[in-house]
């Protein structure tokens, strides 16, 4: 196949953003290719850099590295073939519906009687005439990505990017849109060549998707792409939408790695520092008794997402969390509690404090951020200095994250604390190491 | 309930630590002080003021000047604002000059420089030009910086995804501008203004009537005729200039800022309706109108439709990652170096010009900004004597709020600097005659800002916890220090950060002035500025006005800056 067959081609493509002396890589070396009458979607988690390359492929950014071919030739600045259907639907609260997919007619310089007949065309075919002359904020969630899509349609668009359009709408609207978008898409009377849509969610994407470009974080890459040859309109209690679900969640889930490989190393040491999962712990605690109220106390991850109503990504995070603190094991998209997992989850809320304590400890990051402390004058540090360590491991944002998810964790375990006015870690008298406690006893 | 914005809140850029920057922004103001006292040096030794007529027939003439030095200084500034403020947030290397630069000029009084604006230019202008030239450029200073840092603010604060919403649909710069840019900083825009405006009257009523010695700088406006009127003692006049003064303040507020604020609610960003949106009886009966709905419809709706077709195609389209185009960097050297110079030789001069002033007079200015500086503690705690009760039983009655709030609206509209004559005609003849009066100045000139702070801080303060201090019975003391003064703590930052910058104003010409054909003064830093003024003294001049400048902008930084930090950290209610 050479390129020029292809709508859109992304050779090596990477982002690397420096702060300071240090590097994150964002996206690394991502090759991807999208063809005529093609719908794709890029799946992972928060943070694997999915709606950075959407940016990427519209050009709206640029790669530090690789290059963007678009039919065949070098993309610079912002694509005019392509257009975006946004998260938050980024419609001018200031101007109407009608207005708003105007405005993008005008941009291109289309005179007014044209502009005025096309718009109240695309508006009509989304199904909301009769709204023109309102205003986004009087619309619900659902009728606001309307509006987006037709502004979208507006511009007759070869490429259609949509960064997870359905995310922030209610359930009942997200569906009914997917199923106008899908017929949008399939009658052909669109001018779009491609669709490329980013999401998180899994069913979302099986449900829609010709080619499913699975994508994982740290950092943000392309591991595998599946091909869903399922037809349309896919049911999604067929057993085999239901097999593709699974199989999408055992690639994003993973396997438990043995000890040492899935705690990582300590920030500051060689090898890959593993980050604490941004979670609270109240959550990990229910997914635990929801599995502690199952015979076999194991699970089908996809199944545990439609019983909790929580989301995938969500999800993702907390079996995470239960596998790193060794709750649970997981393997081929299945979750099994362990031992100390069936403890906790039946433990007092003290006896809970303790056995949580006793993991955190185990973990390189937390260990690192006690033994930093217990080494500090008085047992304090401030958080510019601690934030400043972590940010050899991690870009700024995701090194804050970090720090606020170990005070979490640390206020529950009674490890450590931290005064907010002084902004100053400090850790707790029981946690003030055995040579210094020894001392203590004696003393009482 | 949602809680009240805070009113008179300027955004305070983040805290820094005063660095070589600001040091280079102080040494170009004194520069610009010198250049200016350099140019005084030749002017006139006596400067006739206009004849001022006191008959009521001459106020519209007077009020229809007055407006026009505000609009022309307004249009000034807005020009200013939307330059600067664009060049600010689109430019990351201009940026780093421009905000600190910004941070320093808006803590700066303004009405220091008046004496040396006004010298400066009578020097090189014929007088009447002069002293027209110099309200509208006092004005301008008054007005300007907040506007332009909400301008900023406003631009770098645009959501990310419809800046790329306008990007992906091609916008250009003026589409942008248009349909993105001015809409999300029209609120802002609009209430700033109307901040501009209130400050604006302050300066404009100072620089119609200042005079010193035999330099007579009066202007012909509201401001001039007040201060005629109590002059010569004539109450009906008085009543008369107020009354003027008053209705051009509320016709202003009724048939433009209304209007503009009921038609700019459209503008907000959070998709969910409005309580209480701003109303407006004439922006309604302009909207309900037929006739003016046919006339945008035949005039302005075509005309706008042309000047877009026009300008989206003067204007090319700005591509958001347009490989960094390369701007040549000599010419800014060029100018940076030959600026840098000027700068240098300005301070070598400057710092020659200090050096012949007296140590004697040095300690007389050190006196004075000491001096001062009391006072406008003084004013301040009186201020927050008295504003803070009313304020919290004024904001936690609505009713009685919704019925009292117009009224201290209009009170507060009428700037201290307007009435100063007149309390000076009932104040000197009492024991502390000047002392009290100059006092009496700033408060009227800063309480009001207090005032309104403390009533919307109160009745911000969520029922719940009022319910909560009434359950636990806590005694009345113990519900003031923890729920109702820390709750209003921002508040008042807020409220005395903008006090305390007009009450520094308020001293060049609350402390030194001429009154019925005798010049009364006392001890301090205004006073020190207005003397040298009218002796011609300009090293003193310089030496004074700087000295003011570096105090008040280091009680800024030092004092001011910190306690809004610990207010937005420590007690913001959210």
Known sequence: MTTNSHLLALQHVSQVYTSGAKRFTAIQDVNLTLSEGEFAILLGPSGCGKSTLLRIITGL???????????????QGVNPQATIVFQTFALFPWLTVMENVEVALKARGIPPKQRTARAFDLLDRVGLDGFEMAYPRELSGGMRQKVGFARAMAVEPELLCLDEPFSALDVLSAEALRGELLELWSSGNIPTRAILMVTHNIEEAVFMADRIVVMDKDPGRVVTELRVGLPHPRQRKAPEFRDMVDRVYATLAGQTQPEHVELGTAPGEPGRTRALPHITINDLAGLLEHLAERPTHRADIYRLAEELHVDSDHLLRLTEAAELLGFATIARGDITMTPLGETFAEASILARKEIFASRIRQLPTFKWLLAVLQAAHRHQLEWDVVQTALELEFPPEEAQRQLETAINWGRYTELLAYDDSGQVFYLEPGAVSSSSSATRQNGQ | MKPSPRLFKIEQPALRPINWGDIVVLVGVAVLVYAGVRLALDAPVVIKGP??????????????????????AYALAMLFT???GSLAANNRRAEKILIPLLDVLQGIPILSFLPVVLLGFSAILPGKM?????????IFTSQVWNLTFAWYQSLTTIPGELREASAVFRFNTWLRF?????????????????????????FLMAAETFTVGHR????????????????????QAIAWGIGTLVLVIIILDQLVWRPLLAWADRFKLEMAGGENPPASWLYDALRSSRLIDWLTQATWHPARERLDAWLLRRFSLRGETDPAKTIPLWPLYVVGTVGGMGLLYGAFQAGQMLLAVPLSQWSTIGIGVMATLLRVLAALMIALVWTVPLGVIIGSNPRLAAWLQPVVQITASVPATALFPIVLLVMLGLPGGLNLSAVLLMLMGTQWYLLFNVIAGATAIPRDLKYTTALLQLSRWRRWRTLILPALFPYIVTGAITASGGAWNASIVAEHTEFGGRTVGTIGIGASIARATSHGDYP????????????????NRLVWRRLYRLAEEKYRME
Do not use: C, H
């Open chain 1, 61 to 75: 950014q640029r790669p530090t590295k690789g290059q963007v071919l678009y039919r065949g030739r070098p993309l």
């Open chain 2, 540 to 555: 003193l001049l310089l030496a004074a006005t700087l000295s003011m400048i570096i105090t008040v902008v280091a009680i």
């Open chain 2, 216 to 235: 007579d700088f009066r202007l012909p406006g509201l401001g001039a005729y007040l201060q005629e009127a109590a002059n010569q003692g004539n109450l």
């Open chain 2, 178 to 202: 248009k349909t993105l840019e001015l809409p999300f900083a029209a609120i802002s825009l609009i209430w700033n203004s109307m901040m501009s405006w209130a400050g604006g009257w302050f």
């Open chain 2, 82 to 84: 939307l330059l600067y």
């Open chain 2, 51 to 72: 004849m001022i007529s006191l008959s009521p027939g001459a106020l519209p003439w007077y009020a229809s000047l007055s407006i026009g030095r505000m609009v022309a």
């Open chain 2, 130 to 138: 002069a002293a027209e030239l110099a309200s509208i450029v006092l």
